[in-house]
Protein backbone atom coordinates (compact mmCIF):
# COMPACT_ATOMS: atom_id res chain seq x y z
CA UNK A 1 0.00 0.00 0.00
CA UNK A 2 1.30 3.31 -1.10
CA UNK A 3 1.90 7.02 0.91
CA UNK A 4 -0.85 8.83 0.13
CA UNK A 5 -0.40 11.88 -2.41
CA UNK A 6 -1.70 15.19 -3.44
CA UNK A 7 -4.00 13.39 -6.03
CA UNK A 8 -5.30 10.49 -4.01
CA UNK A 9 -6.11 12.99 -0.93
CA UNK A 10 -7.68 14.85 -3.12
CA UNK A 11 -10.42 12.00 -3.78
CA UNK A 12 -10.93 11.48 -0.28
CA UNK A 13 -14.53 13.14 1.44
CA UNK A 14 -15.17 13.07 5.10
CA UNK A 15 -16.95 9.97 4.69
CA UNK A 16 -14.54 8.10 2.48
CA UNK A 17 -12.23 8.95 4.99
CA UNK A 18 -14.29 7.57 8.30
CA UNK A 19 -14.48 4.42 5.80
CA UNK A 20 -11.11 4.17 5.96
CA UNK A 21 -10.55 4.20 9.41
CA UNK A 22 -13.81 2.02 10.36
CA UNK A 23 -12.24 -0.69 7.99
CA UNK A 24 -8.64 -0.17 9.38
CA UNK A 25 -9.79 -0.77 12.59
CA UNK A 26 -11.74 -4.01 11.76
CA UNK A 27 -8.10 -4.89 10.05
CA UNK A 28 -6.53 -4.57 14.07
CA UNK A 29 -9.16 -6.20 15.29
CA UNK A 30 -8.74 -9.12 13.31
CA UNK A 31 -4.66 -8.80 13.43
CA UNK A 32 -4.67 -8.13 9.33
CA UNK A 33 -2.09 -5.67 8.36
CA UNK A 34 -2.54 -3.87 5.38
CA UNK A 35 0.53 -4.76 3.06
CA UNK A 36 2.76 -1.95 2.96
CA UNK A 37 6.92 -1.08 3.07
CA UNK A 38 7.33 1.18 5.71
CA UNK A 39 10.78 2.44 4.61
CA UNK A 40 9.09 2.85 0.51
CA UNK A 41 6.31 5.35 2.33
CA UNK A 42 9.44 6.97 4.02
CA UNK A 43 10.57 7.62 0.20
CA UNK A 44 7.61 8.53 -0.92
CA UNK A 45 6.52 11.15 1.59
CA UNK A 46 10.16 13.07 1.10
CA UNK A 47 9.69 15.63 -0.49
CA UNK A 48 5.47 16.13 1.37
CA UNK A 49 2.70 14.80 3.18
CA UNK A 50 -1.16 13.93 2.20
CA UNK A 51 -2.47 12.96 5.26
CA UNK A 52 -6.34 12.10 5.41
CA UNK A 53 -7.42 12.35 8.83
CA UNK A 54 -6.48 14.51 12.07
CA UNK A 55 -6.79 12.11 15.52
CA UNK A 56 -7.08 13.58 18.77
CA UNK A 57 -5.96 10.44 21.09
CA UNK A 58 -4.93 10.00 24.69
CA UNK A 59 -1.15 9.02 25.23
CA UNK A 60 -1.99 5.69 26.85
CA UNK A 61 0.47 3.49 25.18
CA UNK A 62 -2.52 1.27 24.06
CA UNK A 63 -4.24 3.75 21.97
CA UNK A 64 -2.15 4.46 19.34
CA UNK A 65 -3.75 5.92 16.43
CA UNK A 66 -1.60 4.70 13.35
CA UNK A 67 -1.78 0.97 15.18
CA UNK A 68 -5.55 0.97 16.23
CA UNK A 69 -6.72 1.91 12.60
CA UNK A 70 -3.66 0.16 10.86
CA UNK A 71 -2.38 3.52 8.91
CA UNK A 72 0.92 4.17 7.67
CA UNK A 73 3.41 6.79 7.05
CA UNK A 74 1.77 10.22 6.04
CA UNK A 75 -1.30 9.03 6.21
CA UNK A 76 -3.16 10.53 9.78
CA UNK A 77 -1.88 13.59 11.71
CA UNK A 78 -1.96 12.03 15.43
CA UNK A 79 -2.33 14.74 18.70
CA UNK A 80 -1.86 13.10 21.49
CA UNK A 81 -2.54 14.12 25.04
CA UNK A 82 -4.05 12.87 28.04
CA UNK A 83 -7.40 13.10 28.59
CA UNK A 84 -7.44 14.03 24.81
CA UNK A 85 -8.81 17.19 25.18
CA UNK A 86 -8.40 20.50 23.21
CA UNK A 87 -6.07 24.05 24.16
CA UNK A 88 -5.79 26.51 21.58
CA UNK A 89 -2.04 24.90 20.63
CA UNK A 90 -4.05 21.77 19.92
CA UNK A 91 -6.70 23.78 17.78
CA UNK A 92 -4.08 25.59 15.82
CA UNK A 93 -2.67 21.93 15.15
CA UNK A 94 -5.77 20.84 14.36
CA UNK A 95 -6.81 23.90 11.56
CA UNK A 96 -3.03 23.59 10.23
CA UNK A 97 -4.36 19.77 9.55
CA UNK A 98 -7.09 21.06 7.98
CA UNK A 99 -6.77 24.05 6.45
CA UNK A 100 -3.50 24.17 5.28
CA UNK A 101 -2.88 20.21 4.86
CA UNK A 102 -5.93 18.81 3.66
CA UNK A 103 -7.51 16.16 6.13
CA UNK A 104 -10.64 16.05 5.91
CA UNK A 105 -11.59 14.22 9.24
CA UNK A 106 -11.42 15.10 12.39
CA UNK A 107 -11.96 12.24 15.37
CA UNK A 108 -11.53 12.79 18.98
CA UNK A 109 -11.03 9.41 20.39
CA UNK A 110 -11.60 8.74 23.89
CA UNK A 111 -11.06 5.08 25.24
CA UNK A 112 -11.84 3.23 28.18
CA UNK A 113 -10.71 2.53 31.96
CA UNK A 114 -8.64 6.12 30.66
CA UNK A 115 -6.17 6.99 33.58
CA UNK A 116 -6.42 10.89 32.90
CA UNK A 117 -10.31 10.42 33.70
CA UNK A 118 -9.48 8.45 36.83
CA UNK A 119 -7.79 11.05 38.35
CA UNK A 120 -9.87 13.36 37.26
CA UNK A 121 -12.98 11.40 39.24
CA UNK A 122 -10.56 11.44 41.94
CA UNK A 123 -10.02 14.90 41.88
CA UNK A 124 -6.28 14.04 42.33
CA UNK A 125 -4.01 16.34 42.72
CA UNK A 126 0.12 16.02 41.72
CA UNK A 127 2.05 18.79 40.20
CA UNK A 128 1.25 20.11 36.75
CA UNK A 129 -1.09 16.79 36.30
CA UNK A 130 -3.39 18.82 38.85
CA UNK A 131 -3.98 21.39 35.80
CA UNK A 132 -4.18 19.12 33.01
CA UNK A 133 -6.86 17.07 35.24
CA UNK A 134 -8.76 20.36 35.80
CA UNK A 135 -9.20 20.56 32.35
CA UNK A 136 -11.34 16.67 32.56
CA UNK A 137 -13.42 18.18 35.54
CA UNK A 138 -16.49 19.89 33.53
CA UNK A 139 -16.83 16.14 31.88
CA UNK A 140 -17.18 14.77 35.42
CA UNK A 141 -19.68 17.28 37.06
CA UNK A 142 -21.37 17.29 33.29
CA UNK A 143 -22.35 13.24 34.54
CA UNK A 144 -25.06 13.21 37.08
CA UNK A 145 -25.45 9.42 37.61
CA UNK A 146 -24.86 7.80 40.08
CA UNK A 147 -25.61 10.88 42.30
CA UNK A 148 -24.00 8.71 45.24
CA UNK A 149 -20.70 10.44 45.88
CA UNK A 150 -19.12 7.38 47.35
CA UNK A 151 -19.97 5.92 43.70
CA UNK A 152 -18.53 8.64 41.24
CA UNK A 153 -14.77 7.43 41.71
CA UNK A 154 -12.38 5.56 39.58
CA UNK A 155 -13.41 2.04 41.09
CA UNK A 156 -16.61 2.44 39.19
CA UNK A 157 -15.54 1.59 36.07
CA UNK A 158 -18.52 2.65 34.18
CA UNK A 159 -18.55 6.11 35.62
CA UNK A 160 -15.22 6.65 34.65
CA UNK A 161 -16.39 5.15 31.07
CA UNK A 162 -18.81 7.53 30.99
CA UNK A 163 -17.23 10.53 32.20
CA UNK A 164 -14.98 9.53 29.08
CA UNK A 165 -17.82 9.52 26.84
CA UNK A 166 -18.79 13.25 27.91
CA UNK A 167 -15.65 14.28 27.78
CA UNK A 168 -15.36 13.88 23.64
CA UNK A 169 -18.54 15.30 23.69
CA UNK A 170 -17.27 18.88 25.83
CA UNK A 171 -14.38 18.39 23.85
CA UNK A 172 -15.93 18.20 20.36
CA UNK A 173 -18.15 21.17 21.51
CA UNK A 174 -15.06 23.40 22.11
CA UNK A 175 -13.49 22.66 18.63
CA UNK A 176 -16.97 23.81 17.31
CA UNK A 177 -16.87 26.95 19.77
CA UNK A 178 -13.45 27.72 19.91
CA UNK A 179 -12.45 27.48 16.07
CA UNK A 180 -14.66 29.47 13.81
CA UNK A 181 -12.27 27.92 11.04
CA UNK A 182 -12.89 24.01 11.63
CA UNK A 183 -16.42 24.96 12.32
CA UNK A 184 -17.06 26.91 8.85
CA UNK A 185 -15.25 23.79 7.33
CA UNK A 186 -17.30 21.49 8.69
CA UNK A 187 -20.75 23.40 7.64
CA UNK A 188 -19.68 23.76 4.50
CA UNK A 189 -18.56 20.01 4.09
CA UNK A 190 -14.95 20.28 3.72
CA UNK A 191 -14.64 18.32 6.91
CA UNK A 192 -15.92 16.02 8.99
CA UNK A 193 -15.92 16.12 13.33
CA UNK A 194 -16.56 13.15 15.37
CA UNK A 195 -16.12 11.19 18.16
CA UNK A 196 -15.28 7.93 19.24
CA UNK A 197 -13.91 5.66 21.89
CA UNK A 198 -11.41 2.66 21.99
CA UNK A 199 -12.28 -0.50 23.92
CA UNK A 200 -9.30 -1.62 25.71
CA UNK A 201 -10.30 -5.07 26.34
CA UNK A 202 -11.36 -5.82 22.32
CA UNK A 203 -9.42 -3.21 20.13
CA UNK A 204 -12.37 -1.99 18.93
CA UNK A 205 -13.78 1.72 18.26
CA UNK A 206 -17.19 2.75 18.42
CA UNK A 207 -18.19 5.85 16.67
CA UNK A 208 -20.49 8.45 17.66
CA UNK A 209 -22.59 8.85 14.45
Known sequence: M?????????????EKSLQFLKEGNIR?????????????QV?????????FATILSCIDSRV?????????LGDIFSV??????????ILGSMEFACK???????VVLGHTSCGAVKGACDHAEMGNLTKLIEKINPAVQA???PADESQRNSKNLEFVDSVSKKNVELTIDRIHAESPILSEMEQNGEIKIIG???DITSGAVAFYE
Open 100 to 106: LAGTKLI
Open 196 to 198: AMY
Open 28 to 40: FQNNLKANRNLLE
Open 2 to 14: KAHTKETQATMTP
Open 143 to 145: VTE
Open 43 to 51: NDTKEGQFP
Open 64 to 72: SAELVFDQG
Open 80 to 89: RIAGNFVNED
